[in-house]
C-alpha cells in the first residue's frame, strides 16, 4: 500500500480531513514509493473501468474512494518528424477538459471525495482550474478558483462553464496562489495541484500509457512542459516504478522545458540555489508554465538529474513559431505545449531515442 507521508519529519498524512500542509511543521506531504500494477492483474479485474481507473491500484486511494471519470487518459501517441529526427507526440490535449491536468484531477477528486469534502477551492493560471472544476461537477463538489486576471478568456469561460466560482486577480500567477493560501488559513479546503500529492498518480498513468503503446519499452527521452514540474516528477516515478517492476529495461531520460521570461527550474537545474537569484517573473505566452516558485523544486531537479536529464529554456520568440509548425504537422496546441518543439530544436540529435514530447494543453484554450 502506498504511504503519504511528510517530507520534512516524517508524519502519516492523517486519517482525516484534507490538508495541504502538514500540521506539525509546515512541511510537503508526498508518496513514499510509486507502484506499477501488474498488467495481468489489472487487465483481468479493472478493465472494464473508464479513463484511467484500470491503473486504480497504482493510486494509493482509499477502498472507499469513488471513481470520478470523464474519461480521461489513453490518449493518442502519434509519430511524427522534427528537426530530422523521428519523434512520438503524446496528445495529452485531447483529455476532455483538454489538457493533462484532468488525470490528476480524477484522482484528487476521488480523494476529497473520501474524506467528505464537498466545497473546495483551487488556484490556477487556466488548466488546473478547468480540470478541478470539470471533475467536482462531475462529483457535485462545489469549486472555487484563484486565477491571475491575464488567464486567458477561454480558459476562463471554460471554468465558469463548470459552474466554479472564478476569481480573477490583479497581479501575477504568484498572487492567486497566495490568495488561495489565505483563503486556506481561513478554513477553506484547499486543493492545491501544486501542493496536495494525489494528483501524482493520476498523472503517472501517462508513462505507463507511453510504455504500453510503445510494445512495453521504454523511451529514450521523454520532453514535456515544466511550471510547478509536477507532470515532469510523476512521469519519472511512472517510469521508475515500471522499472522496478521489470517492464521497462531503462529509465528515459526527462527533459523539463520552461519559457526563459520565468525559468526557476532551469535555473536552478544550471546553477543551483544561487541562480534562483537572477530568475524573473516575467509575462510569457506560455502561461501555463509562468510558475515563479515551484513547489517541488529540489525535488523535480533531482528527479531529472537521476535520470541525466535536464530543464530547458525557451526564448519568447521562438514560442508562436513553434506552435505553428506543430499546427501545420496538424497538432493544435496552446503555446505552452509548443515549448517541447522548441527544445526538440535545442537537442538536436544529442538524445536518445525514440523520443516523446508530451502535447499538454489545447490550442482552443487560447486566445480571448
Not at 169 to 196: F, I, K, M, N, P
Not at 207 to 232: C, S
Not at 257 to 275: F, K, R
Not at 312 to 323: F, G, H, Q, S, T
Request: charge should be neutral; charged fraction near 15%.
Amino acid at each position: 500500500m502506498l504511504q503519504v507521508i511528510c517530507t520534512q519529519c516524517g508524519s502519516p498524512y492523517p486519517k482525516t480531513g484534507a490538508p495541504y500542509r502538514c500540521s506539525a511543521c509546515g512541511g510537503l506531504y508526498d508518496y513514499d514509493a510509486f507502484l506499477y500494477p501488474l498488467p495481468d492483474k489489472w487487465k483481468n479485474e479493472h478493465t472494464h473501468l473508464p479513463g484511467i481507473w484500470c491503473y486504480r491500484e497504482a493510486f494509493g486511494l482509499a477502498a472507499n474512494a469513488p471513481l470520478i471519470s470523464l474519461g480521461e487518459g489513453h490518449t493518442p501517441l502519434v509519430w511524427s518528424e522534427g528537426f530530422g529526427r523521428r519523434v512520438a507526440l503524446k496528445c495529452e490535449y485531447l483529455n476532455p477538459s483538454g489538457s493533462f491536468k484532468d488525470r490528476g484531477a480524477a484522482t484528487l477528486v476521488s480523494f476529497l471525495l473520501s474524506r467528505g469534502v464537498s466545497e473546495a477551492i483551487e488556484d490556477s493560471s487556466g488548466n488546473a482550474g478547468a480540470a478541478f472544476g470539470a471533475y467536482a461537477a462531475r462529483a457535485g463538489v462545489r469549486a472555487r478558483i484563484f486565477m491571475p486576471a491575464y488567464t486567458s478568456g477561454a480558459k476562463r469561460r471554460q471554468i465558469d462553464a463548470y459552474g466554479s466560482e472564478a476569481i480573477a486577480l490583479t497581479g501575477t500567477r504568484q498572487d492567486a496562489a497566495d490568495a488561495a493560501r489565505r483563503a486556506a488559513e481561513s478554513g477553506a479546503v484547499y486543493a492545491s495541484h501544486a501542493y496536495l500529492p494525489f494528483v501524482l498518480p493520476g498523472y503517472a498513468t501517462a508513462a505507463y500509457e507511453i510504455v504500453e503503446q510503445l510494445g512495453y519499452k521504454a523511451p529514450g527521452t521523454v520532453v514535456v512542459p515544466a511550471g510547478q514540474g509536477n507532470f515532469l516528477l510523476a512521469l519519472a516515478r511512472g517510469f521508475e516504478s515500471m522499472l522496478r517492476s521489470g517492464w521497462i529495461e531503462q529509465m528515459p531520460r526527462m527533459i523539463g522545458v520552461q519559457a526563459a521570461a520565468c525559468a526557476p527550474l532551469a535555473a536552478y537545474a544550471a546553477g543551483g540555489m544561487a541562480a534562483l537569484g537572477h530568475v524573473l517573473d516575467n509575462e510569457t505566452l506560455a502561461e501555463g508554465v509562468r510558475v515563479f516558485q515551484p513547489v517541488r523544486l529540489e525535488t523535480v531537479i533531482q528527479t531529472v538529474n537521476t535520470s541525466n536529464g535536464t530543464v530547458l529554456a525557451v526564448d519568447e520568440a521562438a514560442i508562436l513559431p513553434a506552435r505553428n509548425q506543430l499546427a501545420r504537422l496538424g497538432f493544435y496546441v496552446e503555446p505552452t505545449s509548443a515549448l517541447v518543439w522548441g527544445a526538440l530544436m535545442q537537442l538536436a540529435g544529442n538524445t536518445p531515442e525514440p523520443i516523446v514530447l508530451v502535447l499538454t494543453g489545447s490550442g482552443l484554450k487560447t486566445g480571448g
